[in-house]
């Protein structure tokens, strides 16, 4: 298993510039996650989704957009980008049930490194 | 308004001490209390978790230790080794409403470096 893959690694845009950040998991999770984290702030949740084709905002949603048309895939798409979404972008990925007793491990993918100037 | 708050921001440790890492919460219903560990450049990962029925919970050198009344969980790391310098985050999930997803609320995390 690759686990939670990221692409690209690293990626400098223009302001107003778009993008999409891609992840892929491979371990059948419903759960996947976006996070931003910035220097001294911790990580900070941007979307998720519980399953294909449903998705749902997070702290910081704006400036942002997802999609989750397969289990395995999950894009964070950057609409006219600000130098405030300099940032390096987590994705995320957990199994849970109602039955499993709430495991709730979330396995995170190497980021992206991006950088909007 | 922060939900989860972490100290100290930075640690320095000597070699086969111990670390110890502190974070408050408030909101009570709350009911799973990870800490995950990031290495520079990598993703974080589970360190270890504890759900508020029990007060401490042990995983080799790593100890949670969980006081419910006070709305305070601590990670302990015995003997560090300069292999634990990373930065430490701790959490905390509500259970989902719903169709909501067992999110998770971060600290600000703390950068732990031992020295030999």
């Known amino acids: 298993n690759a686990g939670v893959t990221q692409t690209p690694k690293f990626r400098i845009l223009k302001i107003g510039q778009s993008m999409t950040l891609q992840c892929t998991q491979d371990m059948n999770h419903n759960y996947m996650y976006w996070y931003r984290q910035d220097p001294g702030m911790g990580l900070k949740l941007i979307y998720y989704s519980v399953g294909a084709g449903i998705t749902d905002k997070g702290e910081v949603p704006n400036g942002y957009n997802v999609s989750r048309s397969t289990t395995e895939d999950f894009p964070l798409r950057l609409e006219l980008a600000a130098p405030s979404q300099t940032s390096v972008y987590f994705c995320a990925s957990s199994y849970s049930t109602y039955y499993s007793g709430g495991a709730r491990e979330q396995y995170f993918g190497p980021g992206t490194r991006l950088t909007v100037t | ?116």
């Not at chain 2, 930075?10 to 290495?39: H, M, R």
């Open chain 2, 1 to 116: 308004q922060q939900q989860v708050k972490q100290s100290p921001q930075s640690l320095i440790v000597q070699k086969g001490g111990i670390s110890i890492i502190n974070c408050a919460y408030e909101n009570t219903a709350f009911d799973y209390f990870p800490w995950y560990q990031q290495f520079p450049g990598k993703g974080p990962a589970l360190l270890i978790a504890i759900r508020p029925d029990v007060s401490e919970k042990k995983e080799g050198r790593f100890t949670i230790s969980f006081n419910k009344s006070a709305k305070q969980f601590s990670l302990h790391i015995m003997d560090s080794q300069p292999g634990d310098s990373a930065t430490y985050f701790c959490a905390a999930s509500l259970p989902p409403s719903g169709a909501g997803s067992y999110q998770l609320t971060f600290g600000k995390g703390t950068k732990l470096s031992v020295i030999p």
